[in-house]
């Protein structure tokens, strides 16, 4: 039930104003923040759904003491999601009228011409239809297990691999219990957006993450080779840093950053299960280290993901803009340049990953363009993944070194990328790909897409 609950509260609390839906979910208590932020944004895409099949059974007339938010959570679930897990007298109250909200929902298909429930969301609602396409990415956790040992534990789940894929259509056309390898990112696995992971072993054990490939870049592209020194400036909820920490292979130190007490704590469940070890967390603002602090004379890579809009978010709730005012968006980039300027200014930085998960140019190209601009001939772009298909906006003259993801194009999260490296005389040109991400290439790929994961001759901890 105390999935539910929560789940009502975050629903009564964005109605109410309280904040968005990001921070209510990581400050309501609730142990497993990502399983109740996928309940609740799923609610929310199907809340006008939710609120007529409600009004058509009757059930908030019969039922008196249901809170309408406490409905709409259990009835998505029932009918929509994969059915009712918990709930004690609130399930079997769910269940008494399953054949009415059945019949409800057939009767709203018909009235509509669908066959699909997803068909039934409004287009504003349902986002996209490539939108609806993202599917569930799983990255394979490399400190507690490998890609093979993953793969042969889904197949005895019941789930059929289907190798890796040539393209992006082949991650659209999956369904079923079927998953295959992703074709751009050496460990990340793909299955069917409904698949829900949230209960299984492997996640529960910190074996897998659930993290959307868009979000995968920065670290990879990061690449810091084991025994770096790296700082994740904005690091909650933690799953860059893991990532971080799985390319290190534990060798070396990260030290991460947040203000936020509770946002902290999070971070430190999510790594202590992802058997994270060398990582510093630090409840500090970012903009207030001191980048000549002895303690950080040997960062060599920073990763920032500051604050943003957000805007590239597949699936947003009440609270959280859909298209926030120029004064916000200037607001947003005023603290992002300073945050990037800020960054640059460690002494023994050599390669930065700079990254959010916001559509507008405001927030990408134009902030990295100004201070490219301030930093002059000290830094540079880096055309990073070149066979990457979606590239920065042409605001200024080498934004196509840039990347942009967005469900249409990549089917991932709305995401914008750019690496940047220190420039020294008679340096080499930049590198696309990091060290450490070269060395997960099959022999002539480089700049080709399809990277796959060595073969490995050590096997860890097997999950039976």
């Not at 009918?79 to 929902?105: M, P």
């Not at 990408?364 to 990073?384: I, K, P, Y």
């Amino acid at each position: 039930m105390a999935l539910y609950s929560a789940a009502a509260a975050v629903l009564a609390g964005l109605e109410r104003g309280e904040g968005g839906l990001k921070s209510l979910v990581y400050n309501s208590g609730f142990p497993h923040v990502r399983q109740l932020y996928a309940l609740v944004s799923e609610t929310l895409r199907y809340a006008s759904v939710l609120e007529k099949l409600l009004d058509g059974a009757a059930l908030l007339q019969a039922e008196k003491k249901l809170a309408p938010q406490l409905a709409k959570v259990l009835v998505y679930d029932l009918l929509f999601g994969k059915g009712l897990k918990c709930g004690g007298r609130w399930k079997a109250l769910a269940r008494r009228h399953r054949a009415r909200l059945e019949a409800e929902l057939a009767r709203m298909k018909v009235r509509h011409k669908v066959s699909r429930n997803e068909d039934l969301l409004a287009p504003e609602k349902a986002g996209s239809a490539a939108a609806s396409q993202v599917p569930r990415y799983v990255r394979v956790n490399t400190l507690k297990t490998c890609v093979d040992d993953v793969i042969d534990f889904f197949k005895r789940q019941g789930y059929a691999y289907l190798g890796k894929a040539a393209s992006v259509e082949e991650l659209k056309a999956l369904s079923g219990k079927k998953f295959l390898l992703d074709l751009h990112l050496p460990e990340l696995l793909v299955f069917p957006s409904q698949t829900d992971l949230h209960d299984n072993l492997l996640y529960t054990s910190g074996h897998i993450i659930l993290q959307d490939k868009a979000s995968c870049l920065p670290a990879f592209l990061l690449g810091p080779v084991a025994g770096s020194h790296v700082i994740d400036a904005c690091a909650a909820p933690g799953n860059k840093t893991s990532h971080l920490a799985a390319i290190l292979k534990n060798k070396g130190q990260i030290f991460a950053f947040d203000v936020d007490p509770k946002r902290v704590a999070t971070m430190n469940t999510l790594l202590t299960r992802a058997g994270v070890t060398g990582c510093q967390l630090v409840q500090q603002d970012f903009l207030t280290v001191d980048p000549r602090d002895t303690k950080y004379s040997k960062v060599t890579h920073i990763l920032l993901d500051p604050s943003c809009s957000g805007s590239g978010m597949v699936t947003r709730g009440p609270g959280e803009e859909a298209a926030p005012s120029a004064e916000r968006l200037q607001a947003l980039a005023g603290f992002q340049r300073r945050a990037l300027n800020h960054a640059l200014s460690f002494p023994a930085l050599q390669r930065l990953v700079y990254s959010t998960c916001s559509l507008h140019q405001e927030e990408n190209e134009d902030v990295v363009q100004a201070v490219l601009q301030e930093w002059g001939s000290a830094f540079r772009l880096v055309t990073a993944f070149p066979s990457w298909p979606c590239r920065g906006l042409a605001a200024f003259s080498g934004a196509e070194s840039c990347l942009r993801a967005s469900p249409a194009e990549t089917l991932t999260h709305g995401f914008f990328v750019a690496v940047l490296e220190r420039c020294r005389e008679g340096a080499a040109a930049p590198s696309s790909l990091p060290a450490a991400a070269k060395e997960n290439l099959q022999p002539g790929e480089g700049t080709k897409p399809g990277i796959a994961p060595k073969k490995r001759k050590k096997k860890k901890q097997r999950v039976k």
